[in-house]
């Protein structure tokens, strides 16, 4: 609640603790909804900073584009740190996304880094 405004941000398990910072998913995938064909930001486990963020996409512009249209648009924290690609986004029996599928999938090296 803010000013009698209710903002629902999304799951509190589903944000992404980056160097102390809790990062919602949501708005990096906001930011580059217009750069690929579909994407799901998520959290992977690093000692360093708690989680690096993740950014899985279809169909992305260049990388180097990528970092440059996302820093103008987040603030630097908020930038993903990986960025991969897939052909398809997988969901789950309930056809929902799962953050943590996505990171396991990853940890298996499932996707291609750009």
């Not at 930011?31 to 899985?56: M, N, P, R, T």
């Not at 991969?84 to 929902?96: C, R, Y």
């Amino acid at each position: 609640m803010k000013k009698n405004h209710l903002f629902l941000l999304g799951r509190k398990a589903d944000l992404i603790d980056h160097g102390g910072n809790k990062v919602d998913p949501l708005e990096i995938e906001t930011a580059a909804s217009d750069l690929c064909q579909k994407c799901f930001a998520f959290g992977v486990e690093y000692q360093v900073y708690g989680q690096k963020i993740a950014l899985l996409m279809i169909k992305p512009i260049t990388k180097k584009q990528l970092q440059k249209k996302l820093a103008q648009r987040l603030e630097k924290f908020k930038c993903p740190n990986i960025y991969l690609v897939t052909n398809e986004i997988p969901l789950t029996s309930n056809l929902k996304i799962s953050r943590s599928q996505l990171a396991q999938a990853y940890r298996n090296g499932e996707y291609d880094e750009i």
